[in-house]
C-alpha cells in the first residue's frame, strides 16, 4: 500500500517566507519608533535632572553658577574654567567626582609645569594643557547624565594616561544657554549663562532669578546638540555633526541691524558653511567640565547648521561666546530644551526664529504665547 507524504511546496514556502518579510517590513519601523521615543524620555529626563540640580545650587547660591571663570589676575591659577555642569555635580549626587577636583587649578589650559615632566606627561592626547593634569581622574569620568541615549556622536577623543591605560576625555550632549550674539548686544553676554571675567568688562557679571523678568517659563538654560566626531579638522562637510567655518572673521553682519539682527547672522551661517576649503571644527560636546565649549546661543534655530567665526590662520577662539552654534538632535522633527522653570519642552524644527530668539534671553521684555514652539 503507497502512503502519500505531506509536505510543503516550493511555492508555499516562497509564499510563507514572502508573509514573513512583510510583517518585519511592517514592525520594523513601529519597533525603531518605540526605541526613539524610550531614548527620547530618557534624554528629557536627563535635562530634569540638571534642572532640579540647577533649582538646587540657586537656592544654595542665590546664583546660577557662572557656564566660566575667565580671571587673568593670577599668572600661575588664572583660570577657574569650570563648566556649569561640573559646578552642579554635587546636586546630582556626583560628589565623589567632584571632589575629585583640584580646585586650585582650572580644568584646561594654563602656564608653568606643575612639577610634571614634559618628556612624559600624562597628558597622552587630550591638548588640555597643564592645568588639565590634577583633574585627570574627574575629566576621565563619562557621567551618564550628560548623554543623550540617541546621541552617537564621540566628542571628545583627548587622553590622559592613568595607572599605565589611556583613558578618553568625557563628552556632553548638554550645553547651556549664552543668548545671541553678544556683538549685536554692545558685547554684554544676554542670556541666563553668564561667565565671570576680570578682564572683559562687556561679560554680564551674574544672574539669579531676580534676572528673569521675562519668567523662568520663558527663558531656555540648556538644550542638546549632536556631538561631533571627533576626528580632527575636516574640509568635508557631513551635517549636523560638524561645526563650519564662516570662512573668515564677520561678527558684524548684524549690527544695526533691526529689528531682529541675529536673523542676519543666521543667514550667513546657512550660506557661507558647506565648502570644503577651510578646515571646521569636529569637537562638539568636548570636555563636559570646561566651560569654553560647552555653550551654545539661540543664533541658529534647532537643527540647523553650526558656525563659528574664524580668521584667515584658522584661529578658532570665537568658538565659546562668540559662536553660531546652536541646539541639534537625532530626535525626529525637533529637540528637547529646559527652560529655567524646571520644565523640558520639545521645540520643534519649525520653530519661528522669532520666539526663538526670545527664550534666549532672561530679560529681553519679549511677549511670547506658550504655543510658540
Not at 546630582?92 to 580644568?107: I, T
Not at 557679571?205 to 519668567?215: H, Q, V
Request: proline share 7%.
Amino acid at each position: 500500500m503507497l502512503f502519500r507524504r505531506r509536505g510543503f511546496t516550493l511555492i508555499e514556502l516562497l509564499v510563507v517566507i514572502a508573509i514573513i518579510a512583510v510583517l518585519i517590513a511592517l514592525l520594523l519601523p513601529a519597533v525603531q519608533a518605540a526605541r526613539e521615543a524610550a531614548r527620547r524620555s530618557q534624554c528629557t529626563n536627563n535635562l530634569k535632572q540638571i534642572g532640579l540640580a540647577l533649582h538646587n545650587y540657586v537656592s544654595a547660591n542665590e546664583l546660577l553658577p557662572p557656564s566660566c571663570v575667565d580671571h587673568l589676575s593670577n599668572d600661575i591659577y588664572p583660570y577657574q574654567n569650570y563648566s556649569m555642569m561640573a559646578r552642579l555635580l554635587p546636586f546630582m549626587e556626583q560628589v565623589s567626582v567632584f571632589n575629585s577636583f583640584n580646585l586650585n587649578f582650572g580644568v584646561r589650559w594654563g602656564s608653568g609645569n606643575l612639577g610634571y615632566s614634559d618628556s612624559n606627561p600624562p597628558d597622552v592626547s587630550a591638548a588640555g594643557g597643564v592645568q588639565s593634569i590634577p583633574q585627570m581622574t574627574a575629566l576621565v569620568t563619562q557621567i551618564a547624565s550628560f548623554l543623550c541615549p540617541s546621541d552617537n556622536g564621540v566628542g571628545s577623543s583627548g587622553q590622559f594616561n592613568i595607572g599605565g591605560t589611556n583613558r578618553t576625555v568625557g563628552s556632553t550632549s548638554y550645553a547651556n544657554n549664552i543668548g545671541l550674539n553678544r556683538r549685536n548686544n554692545g558685547w554684554p553676554i544676554n542670556g541666563p549663562a553668564y561667565v565671570c571675567s576680570d578682564w572683559d568688562s562687556a561679560m554680564q557679571p551674574k544672574c539669579g532669578l531676580a534676572n528673569f523678568t521675562d519668567g523662568t517659563s520663558n527663558t531656555a538654560v540648556f538644550s542638546e546638540w549632536i556631538r561631533g566626531p571627533a576626528i580632527g579638522p575636516t574640509g568635508a562637510p557631513n551635517g549636523l555633526p560638524i561645526v563650519y567655518n564662516t570662512g573668515g572673521v564677520n561678527t558684524s553682519t548684524g549690527l544695526g541691524k533691526t529689528p531682529y539682527p541675529d536673523y542676519y547672522n543666521m543667514q550667513q551661517c546657512l550660506a557661507s558653511p558647506i565648502q570644503t576649503s577651510g578646515a571646521n571644527w569636529t569637537w562638539k560636546g568636548e570636555w563636559w567640565a570646561y566651560g569654553g565649549t560647552t555653550v551654545y546661543t539661540h543664533t541658529m534655530p534647532p537643527n540647523r547648521t553650526a558656525c563659528i567665526y574664524s580668521d584667515d590662520a584658522g584661529d578658532w577662539q570665537t568658538r565659546g561666546t562668540m559662536s553660531l552654534i546652536g541646539p541639534s538632535s537625532n530626535h525626529p522633527g525637533g529637540v528637547n530644551v529646559l527652560f529655567m522653570d524646571g520644565s523640558v519642552r520639545f521645540v520643534k524644527n519649525t520653530v519661528n526664529y522669532i520666539p526663538w530668539f526670545g527664550i534666549a534671553t532672561p530679560a529681553g521684555g519679549e511677549a511670547i504665547s506658550s504655543d510658540a514652539y
